[in-house]
């Protein structure tokens, strides 16, 4: 059974800085794609950042901000969020495919953690 567990979530002030994790048990994600998304009261699930093979992709709204990493020998993944924002405040899920397809389309993910919650204060 595929397993993915998050950590790393909390309150934080504006300008603060926090890193998720997210390690997965069941399977080895080394070649495949693993994302995040996060998801507001009242808003859609959207694209923060993936990660496959070598390649990184992020959405515009935290590009230079947030860095997502791999530690393949941990099967697990980071997001290392800087300079966080009141507008980053969600709650933030690691995903994995079982393949390799389109990164921004969270419909395209077979794994999902469970959310840790991330609350930004001005």
Not at 47 to 75: C, E, L, P
Not at 86 to 114: F, I, L, S
Request: charged share 20%.
């Amino acid at each position: 059974q595929v397993q993915l567990v998050e950590s790393g979530g909390g309150l934080v002030q504006a300008g603060d800085s926090l890193r998720l994790s997210c390690t997965a048990s069941g399977r080895s994600f080394r070649n495949g794609v693993i994302g995040w998304f996060r998801q507001a009261p009242g808003k859609e699930r959207e694209f923060v950042a993936a990660i496959n093979r070598g390649s990184t992709y992020y959405a515009d709204s935290v590009k230079g901000r947030f860095t997502t990493s791999r530690d393949n020998a941990k099967n697990t993944m980071y997001l290392q969020m800087n300079s966080l924002k009141p507008e980053d405040t969600a709650v933030y899920y690691c995903a994995a495919q079982a393949g390799v397809t389109n990164v921004y389309v969270y419909a395209r993910y077979d794994y999902w953690g469970q959310g840790t919650q991330v609350t930004v204060s001005s």
